[in-house]
């Protein structure tokens, strides 16, 4: 019995060992590299990474980090929700009839195509410097990628599926919900967090452009006032949110929604 126990304790910590070990070593790699770089330069043009770190936690501490972080954050949030439900509706009807894949098509592939800062620059003249101008350029930017992973994964459903559904007359909104979710989740968290990831860049790059305040404002005016050390800590401050969202809520979400999918999963080295 105690030896079944030390074993059981023995396989969990080799595979928080095999989960963690690349992480960190990442990290650190990234330490060094930032470091090695930061002596080429003179010091208030890049500062070291401890230094950026010290900068960060005093943002953090003093209030300033939150009063702009909110900001952003609130945009990104908006912009997200609103990107996913208008992609996820349009993605299905390109996915399920051949005229909403003609009609959509167009303005995906220019959706697509059209560069983050021109929607910026399009966005500040009409809305000007107002919270709305970063929350629509985001989503029109975040919509074509969504559109493009809900349309596949409909595409991927199976026929026979379908045809049954419409045998048996079922209602669109119950087909909905019992085969085009469940059979395109996969795409559908793909979407997920390729749009959000999308939203934070998005957003921060327009907050530069067309906002008076946010993450995005604050890096722009210290750059412009020539505090980079400022500027590199501000980014930090939103790279600490990414970083928490990432392994705190999504990670643990995949983790939940695909656990049927371990045991497939290819090995390579013993690291899934």
């Known amino acids: 019995m105690a030896t079944s126990t030390r074993t059981s304790v023995l396989d969990t910590v080799d595979v928080s060992v095999r989960r963690w070990a690349p992480r960190v070593v990442a990290i650190g790699l990234t330490y060094g590299l930032w470091y090695v770089i930061a002596t080429m330069f003179p010091s208030d043009l890049m500062p070291y990474p401890l230094e950026t770190l010290e900068l ?23 912009a997200f929700v609103a990107a ?32 983050s800062v021109a929607l910026a620059a399009i966005m500040r003249l009409i809305f000007g410097y107002t919270f709305v101008a970063p929350v629509v350029a985001a989503t029109l930017a975040v919509v074509p990628f969504v559109t493009v992973n809900i349309w596949k994964g409909v595409e991927n459903i199976d026929q026979d599926l379908l045809e049954m559904a419409s045998s048996f007359d079922v209602s669109n909104l119950r087909l909905l919900w019992r085969i085009v979710i469940p059979n395109t989740a996969p795409s559908l968290f793909a979407a997920t967090r390729f749009g959000l990831a999308l939203s934070w860049k998005v957003v921060t790059v327009v907050e530069v452009f067309a906002a008076s305040s946010g993450i995005g404002y604050m890096v722009n005016r210290t750059y412009q006032s020539f505090r980079f050390e400022q500027s590199f800590a501000w980014a930090v401050v939103f790279i600490v949110v990414v970083i928490f ?17 371990q045991d497939v999963d290819f090995d390579f080295g013993g690291v899934r």
């Open 56 to 78: 960060t936690w005093d943002l953090y501490v003093s209030g300033q980090a939150f009063t702009h972080l909110i900001p952003s954050l609130s945009r990104i949030g908006i």
């Open 84 to 115: 996913m439900i208008i992609g996820t509706g349009v993605g299905v009807a390109m996915g399920s009839t051949n005229f909403g894949q003609l009609y959509f098509a167009p303005f995906v592939v220019i959706g697509l195509a059209l560069p």
């Open 245 to 261: 969202v990432e392994y705190l809520v999504l990670k643990p979400l995949e983790r939940r929604m695909f656990e049927y999918r």
